[in-house]
């Protein structure tokens, strides 16, 4: 780790010097580059410079110790070795947090979709309840959402619903809600009184801008229809809703929330930009690792990421195996010790892999 960090001490060192020849030629993407790559490097070498600096007086004091015949003069200076040595256990433990690859999404808006999943209707109604909770979340921490595109079920429920959510930090809270969500509960569709198990999918994709992501528009199929509601029926007059295809991958989104077409195309472009975007950022995973799995798997009961049980109100994440008996606070968006403790989890395996 230390030969790394004498790099990149070298690294920082030699943009510096180069930074002001790159303002003054007038290049302004070369110099915005070498800056960025300065603030980054900055943090990491000035730790590692502390650390240096520690060593060193840890060196220095234990060859005076060994020389020195005074009681109180030993005393104190294995007093300073004990401090320097504290430091300097900080330090790199301060610099291996600092080494931690950035999640290339952070500071991105976020879309979310959720989908009912097994269960029938019950599953749409629990597809309705999550992205409630979401709102509220995103409610609690000031960031703004949109709805994007959403299809309502009979009973009040979402089939699917998809929505954007603003905020810098949005995505480093978000990003580990992907994947199947299961409920137990009794549901409002059951006579008899019998907990059931349904669940939905969440799918979590950061916001991608047209410089992510350059879409052809010879590659796209767009077709309009008239936009309908829940039972089928219609609530709009004009063929306003759309549905885009791109050709090239297959991909296929549906807008219909809006009353004109011109802004269904736009909502439907960005969540299309947004999954191709995910499917770039999934290839490229794939290459470094044999497999991944997918988001939300099938849907499936069995498959889930976390439990809602209404009757124990309780909820459990089983990833971390985190679980919490306040489950009308969660879905009154309270998740902060939910998300919190899957952050700490994610910081945990990354600092375990830098040390492999």
Known sequence: MFDRLADLESELERIEGQLADLYASG?????????????????????????????????????????????????????????????????????????????????????????????????????????????????????????????????????????????VDAWSHLKHEAGPHRVQRVPATESQGRIHTSAATVAVLPEAEEVDISIDMNDLEIDTYRSTGPGGQSVNTTDSAIRMTHKPTGLVVTCQDEKSQLQNKDKALRILRSRLLQLEQDKQAAELADTRRSQVGSGGRSEKIRTYNFKENRVTDHRIGLTLHSLDAVLAGDLDAIVTALMADERQHQLEDGES
């Open 27 to 167: 290049d302004r993407n070369a110099a915005a580059s070498a800056g960025r790559r300065a603030s980054e490097l900055r943090p990491v070498v000035e730790a590692y410079r502390e650390w240096c600096t520690a060593e060193t007086e840890i060196a220095d004091a234990k060859e005076m110790s060994a020389a020195e015949d005074d009681v109180e003069m030993l005393a104190f200076l294995r007093q300073e070795l004990e401090t320097k040595d504290a430091q300097r256990l900080g330090l790199e433990a301060r610099i291996k947090e600092l080494l931690v690859p950035k999640d290339p999404n952070d500071g991105k808006n976020v879309i979310v979709e959720i989908r009912g999943a097994e269960g029938g209707e019950e599953a749409n109604l629990w597809a309705g309840e999550l992205y409630r909770m979401y709102e509220h979340y995103a409610e609690g921490h000031r960031w703004k959402t949109e709805v994007l595109s959403s299809q309502a079920s009979d009973m009040g429920g979402f089939r699917e619903i998809t929505f954007v959510v603003r905020g």
